[in-house]
Antibody, heavy 117, light 107 residues
Framework: QVQLVESGGGVVQPGRSLRLSCAAS????????MHWVRQAPGKGLEWMVV????????FYADSVKGRFTISRDNSRNMLFLQMNSLRAEDTAVYYC??????????WGQGTLVIVST | DIQMTQSPSSLSASVGDRVTITCRAS??????LAWFQQKPGKAPKSLMY???SLQSGVPSRFSGSGSGTYFTLTINSLQPEDFATYYC?????????FGQGTTLEIK
Protein backbone atom coordinates (compact mmCIF):
# COMPACT_ATOMS: atom_id res chain seq x y z
CA GLN A 1 0.00 0.00 0.00
CA VAL A 2 1.00 3.60 -0.46
CA GLN A 3 3.20 4.81 2.35
CA LEU A 4 4.92 8.13 2.97
CA VAL A 5 7.05 8.43 6.08
CA GLU A 6 8.60 11.72 7.11
CA SER A 7 11.57 12.01 9.40
CA GLY A 8 14.17 14.53 10.51
CA GLY A 9 12.07 16.83 12.64
CA GLY A 10 13.13 18.04 16.04
CA VAL A 11 14.02 21.09 18.09
CA VAL A 12 16.38 23.57 16.45
CA GLN A 13 17.55 27.05 17.35
CA PRO A 14 16.56 30.07 15.25
CA GLY A 15 18.92 30.62 12.36
CA ARG A 16 20.00 26.99 12.21
CA SER A 17 19.26 24.37 9.58
CA LEU A 18 17.39 21.10 9.42
CA ARG A 19 16.85 18.52 6.69
CA LEU A 20 13.61 16.61 6.46
CA SER A 21 13.20 13.35 4.58
CA CYS A 22 10.18 11.55 3.21
CA ALA A 23 10.48 7.87 2.33
CA ALA A 24 8.00 6.65 -0.26
CA SER A 25 6.85 3.11 -0.91
CA UNK A 26 3.99 1.21 -2.48
CA UNK A 27 3.81 3.25 -5.68
CA UNK A 28 5.97 4.37 -8.58
CA UNK A 29 7.58 7.35 -6.90
CA UNK A 30 9.25 8.66 -10.04
CA UNK A 31 5.91 9.36 -11.74
CA UNK A 32 4.54 11.61 -9.03
CA UNK A 33 5.04 15.27 -8.30
CA MET A 34 5.72 15.66 -4.58
CA HIS A 35 4.79 18.43 -2.18
CA TRP A 36 5.58 19.64 1.30
CA VAL A 37 2.73 21.12 3.31
CA ARG A 38 3.03 22.37 6.86
CA GLN A 39 0.71 23.09 9.73
CA ALA A 40 1.63 25.35 12.62
CA PRO A 41 0.25 24.30 16.02
CA GLY A 42 -3.48 24.91 16.13
CA LYS A 43 -3.48 26.47 12.67
CA GLY A 44 -4.51 25.53 9.16
CA LEU A 45 -2.65 23.92 6.30
CA GLU A 46 0.00 25.90 4.44
CA TRP A 47 1.24 24.70 1.06
CA MET A 48 5.00 25.22 0.80
CA VAL A 49 6.65 23.70 -2.23
CA VAL A 50 6.35 21.21 -5.09
CA UNK A 51 8.90 19.29 -7.12
CA UNK A 52 8.13 17.69 -10.45
CA UNK A 53 8.38 13.96 -10.97
CA UNK A 54 11.82 14.20 -12.56
CA UNK A 55 13.06 16.85 -10.17
CA UNK A 56 13.62 19.51 -12.78
CA UNK A 57 10.85 21.90 -11.82
CA UNK A 58 10.20 23.37 -8.39
CA PHE A 59 7.86 26.06 -7.12
CA TYR A 60 8.03 27.62 -3.67
CA ALA A 61 5.67 29.65 -1.54
CA ASP A 62 6.99 33.12 -0.84
CA SER A 63 7.21 32.31 2.86
CA VAL A 64 10.03 29.82 2.29
CA LYS A 65 11.57 30.90 -1.01
CA GLY A 66 15.30 31.40 -0.68
CA ARG A 67 15.49 29.56 2.64
CA PHE A 68 14.10 26.11 1.88
CA THR A 69 15.17 23.75 -0.90
CA ILE A 70 13.24 20.72 -2.10
CA SER A 71 14.97 17.79 -3.77
CA ARG A 72 14.36 14.17 -4.55
CA ASP A 73 16.23 10.95 -5.27
CA ASN A 74 14.10 8.77 -7.49
CA SER A 75 16.61 5.93 -7.27
CA ARG A 76 15.96 5.71 -3.54
CA ASN A 77 12.30 6.82 -3.52
CA MET A 78 13.18 9.71 -1.25
CA LEU A 79 12.02 13.32 -0.98
CA PHE A 80 13.93 15.94 0.97
CA LEU A 81 13.45 19.43 2.35
CA GLN A 82 16.51 21.39 3.33
CA MET A 83 15.48 24.17 5.68
CA ASN A 84 17.94 26.98 6.37
CA SER A 85 17.75 30.16 8.42
CA LEU A 86 14.90 28.74 10.46
CA ARG A 87 12.57 31.10 12.26
CA ALA A 88 10.14 30.67 15.13
CA GLU A 89 7.28 30.91 12.64
CA ASP A 90 8.57 27.80 10.86
CA THR A 91 7.48 25.75 13.87
CA ALA A 92 4.97 23.26 12.45
CA VAL A 93 4.22 19.71 11.52
CA TYR A 94 5.64 19.10 8.06
CA TYR A 95 3.86 16.70 5.73
CA CYS A 96 4.92 15.29 2.40
CA UNK A 97 2.19 14.42 -0.08
CA UNK A 98 2.05 13.03 -3.59
CA UNK A 99 0.31 14.44 -6.62
CA UNK A 100 -0.47 12.87 -9.95
CA UNK A 101 -3.92 12.80 -11.50
CA UNK A 102 -5.49 13.44 -8.10
CA UNK A 103 -4.03 16.24 -6.03
CA UNK A 104 -2.40 15.41 -2.70
CA UNK A 105 -4.16 12.07 -2.54
CA UNK A 106 -1.79 10.53 -0.03
CA TRP A 107 0.03 12.14 2.89
CA GLY A 108 2.62 11.07 5.38
CA GLN A 109 2.01 11.19 9.11
CA GLY A 110 4.08 14.34 9.48
CA THR A 111 7.20 15.32 11.37
CA LEU A 112 7.27 18.09 13.95
CA VAL A 113 9.79 20.90 13.72
CA ILE A 114 10.15 23.26 16.68
CA VAL A 115 12.28 26.35 16.23
CA SER A 116 13.13 27.69 19.65
CA THR A 117 15.97 28.84 21.83
CA ASP B 1 -1.86 34.43 -5.69
CA ILE B 2 -5.23 32.72 -5.28
CA GLN B 3 -6.88 33.16 -1.89
CA MET B 4 -9.38 30.59 -0.65
CA THR B 5 -12.05 31.61 1.85
CA GLN B 6 -14.16 29.04 3.66
CA SER B 7 -17.33 29.59 5.61
CA PRO B 8 -18.30 29.05 8.26
CA SER B 9 -15.11 28.76 10.33
CA SER B 10 -16.93 26.44 12.71
CA LEU B 11 -20.20 24.63 12.68
CA SER B 12 -22.16 22.69 15.29
CA ALA B 13 -24.44 19.91 14.13
CA SER B 14 -26.02 16.67 15.28
CA VAL B 15 -25.69 13.13 14.05
CA GLY B 16 -28.08 12.73 11.14
CA ASP B 17 -27.98 16.38 10.09
CA ARG B 18 -27.08 17.67 6.67
CA VAL B 19 -24.39 20.34 6.56
CA THR B 20 -22.85 22.46 3.82
CA ILE B 21 -19.47 24.16 3.83
CA THR B 22 -18.66 26.80 1.25
CA CYS B 23 -15.36 27.79 -0.29
CA ARG B 24 -14.72 30.83 -2.44
CA ALA B 25 -11.69 31.47 -4.62
CA SER B 26 -10.36 34.96 -5.22
CA UNK B 27 -10.23 34.21 -8.94
CA UNK B 28 -11.58 31.53 -11.21
CA UNK B 29 -10.05 28.11 -10.72
CA UNK B 30 -12.32 26.13 -13.09
CA UNK B 31 -12.99 22.90 -11.16
CA UNK B 32 -9.50 22.45 -9.74
CA LEU B 33 -10.70 22.25 -6.19
CA ALA B 34 -10.17 19.51 -3.64
CA TRP B 35 -11.54 18.88 -0.17
CA PHE B 36 -9.68 17.34 2.77
CA GLN B 37 -10.77 16.06 6.15
CA GLN B 38 -8.47 16.25 9.14
CA LYS B 39 -8.94 14.78 12.58
CA PRO B 40 -6.88 15.91 15.60
CA GLY B 41 -3.33 14.62 15.53
CA LYS B 42 -3.77 13.03 12.11
CA ALA B 43 -2.70 13.86 8.59
CA PRO B 44 -5.29 15.32 6.23
CA LYS B 45 -7.26 12.83 4.21
CA SER B 46 -8.33 13.50 0.64
CA LEU B 47 -12.11 13.42 0.19
CA MET B 48 -12.73 14.93 -3.18
CA TYR B 49 -11.04 16.37 -6.26
CA UNK B 50 -12.15 18.21 -9.41
CA UNK B 51 -14.78 19.76 -7.12
CA UNK B 52 -17.13 16.80 -7.19
CA SER B 53 -15.21 13.54 -7.70
CA LEU B 54 -15.12 11.33 -4.62
CA GLN B 55 -11.86 9.68 -3.67
CA SER B 56 -12.02 5.93 -3.56
CA GLY B 57 -13.46 4.71 -0.28
CA VAL B 58 -15.12 7.98 0.69
CA PRO B 59 -18.77 7.46 1.64
CA SER B 60 -21.41 8.69 -0.78
CA ARG B 61 -22.93 10.95 1.89
CA PHE B 62 -20.15 13.36 0.92
CA SER B 63 -20.77 15.43 -2.19
CA GLY B 64 -19.19 18.45 -3.78
CA SER B 65 -20.20 20.99 -6.35
CA GLY B 66 -19.16 24.23 -7.94
CA SER B 67 -16.87 25.72 -10.51
CA GLY B 68 -15.14 29.00 -11.12
CA THR B 69 -15.04 30.76 -7.77
CA TYR B 70 -17.77 29.16 -5.67
CA PHE B 71 -17.73 25.63 -4.27
CA THR B 72 -19.59 23.62 -1.68
CA LEU B 73 -19.02 20.46 0.31
CA THR B 74 -22.19 18.80 1.59
CA ILE B 75 -22.36 15.99 4.08
CA ASN B 76 -25.71 14.20 4.28
CA SER B 77 -26.78 12.31 7.37
CA LEU B 78 -23.77 13.17 9.54
CA GLN B 79 -22.08 10.26 11.23
CA PRO B 80 -20.01 10.44 14.43
CA GLU B 81 -16.79 9.91 12.47
CA ASP B 82 -17.50 12.99 10.32
CA PHE B 83 -16.79 15.45 13.11
CA ALA B 84 -13.48 16.91 12.04
CA THR B 85 -11.93 19.91 10.31
CA TYR B 86 -12.43 20.33 6.58
CA TYR B 87 -10.20 22.24 4.17
CA CYS B 88 -10.72 23.26 0.59
CA UNK B 89 -7.65 23.42 -1.64
CA UNK B 90 -7.06 24.97 -5.05
CA UNK B 91 -4.60 23.37 -7.43
CA UNK B 92 -5.36 25.59 -10.38
CA UNK B 93 -2.07 27.43 -10.12
CA UNK B 94 1.03 27.86 -8.02
CA UNK B 95 1.34 28.75 -5.30
CA UNK B 96 -1.30 26.22 -4.30
CA UNK B 97 -3.44 27.32 -1.37
CA PHE B 98 -5.89 26.07 1.23
CA GLY B 99 -8.91 27.57 2.86
CA GLN B 100 -8.56 28.38 6.53
CA GLY B 101 -10.59 25.35 7.56
CA THR B 102 -14.06 24.62 8.91
CA THR B 103 -14.34 22.75 12.19
CA LEU B 104 -17.43 20.59 12.42
CA GLU B 105 -18.38 19.95 16.03
CA ILE B 106 -21.04 17.82 17.68
CA LYS B 107 -23.98 19.83 18.99
Amino acid sequence: QVQLVESGGGVVQPGRSLRLSCAASGFTFSTYHMHWVRQAPGKGLEWMVVISSDGTNKFYADSVKGRFTISRDNSRNMLFLQMNSLRAEDTAVYYCARDYKEPLDSWGQGTLVIVST
Amino acid sequence: DIQMTQSPSSLSASVGDRVTITCRASQGITNELAWFQQKPGKAPKSLMYTASSLQSGVPSRFSGSGSGTYFTLTINSLQPEDFATYYCHQYHGYPYSFGQGTTLEIK
